[in-house]
């Protein structure tokens, strides 16, 4: 089947009517219908599919004469499973291309290796992580986090959404054993390699003229949760002077973001607040934002951080505003694995695709799964560089060159 085919399957599941944008939130209705498309689309396949312990989706082309293994372990020469994919679940009202473009292009290029009469001689996996966006329960990555350990079970079972609900019970209304959920290194210690094709959220490549990247590096970055807590009060009739006010607090947190990111040629960015209890008319109780920093290296994020969360802490002083500062999830640097992504640039260069190499400042599964197995990505170039927006966009005839570079890969990698 075609990679344009593959793609309106799975573009309407999720979209909101108003925005044009995506909903995909984990244990969610839209999130089941994600689940479904790719259970269904691997089945077509003959895939074997599973969902492991942490909610992640994986399919399995076993190569030819070999039993499966149980669950989600695949049957194969010891270690060594090549894996694809990446992550269906969205920010909200994010693109239809992040994430779900490494999906759908991983198996289109099973269906290119078939149409080409080719086969593995080890396991092939496809992946779906969960959580990637962390845009229900906060935590990036989730699923591949708990899949390699890098996050306590116990911790992860109480993360909360919006409305309180934890994840334990999310899971649970979806028939997943949240007592399961932790690391699996048996999983783990079979999967010899992952690559994860991903649109480009900047426009390097646009820049370069290319149409495909290999990535280098993730840049080190994190989210962190400051909560304000104030007086509420009337607006009508509380004077300026007698005000604790934390909405205050937080505009000036906001500016001093901006300004520590300019001082340090980094990136900082606060997208997302709560005001309680929200009356038009009255002076806030609490004001919960969140902080989203990232920096080339980590001595210069955590100098950032720290000037933003001094800044914080001083300006909740002046205006007697209490301030709890969480960190939700932060991600070190990673250099993506040298041996592998010069294999992949000598696939793609063997059938003449000129694939620049190029540092992101977004997180990826890829990231996480870096510590644990060789891990390297693939980007396909947007042409505006806008992501996390209803606005994003990649062009077929780059998607249909991301299938042929996924697939030279797997040619080189699974099928050797
Ligand atoms: O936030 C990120 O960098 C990614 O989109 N999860
Ligand atoms: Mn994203
Ligand atoms: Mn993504």
Redesign the pocket.
Known sequence: MSFAALWEGLLPVGRDALTGGYRRFSWTPADVACRSWFTRTAAERGLRVDTDRNGNLWAWWDPPGLAPGPGSLPRGPGPGAVVVGSHLDSVPDGGPF?GPLGVVSAFAAIDLLRERGLAPVRPLGVAAFCE??GARFGV?CLGSRLLTGVIDPATARALTDAGGTTLAEAMAAAGQDPARIGPDEDLLGRIGTYVELHIE?GRALAGLGAAIGVGERIWPHGRWRLGFTGRPDHAGTATLGERRDPMLAFASVVLAARQAAADHHGLATVGKVVAEPGAVNGVCARVTAWLDARCPDEQTLWTLVDQILAASRDVAGQHGVALEVTPESVTPAVDFHPGLRARLTASLAARGIHAPVLATG??HDAGVLAARVPAAMLFVRNPSGVS?SPAEHAEPADCEAGVLALAAVLEDLACR
């Open positions: 992040d990637e966006e990036a959220q977004a997180g996390h």
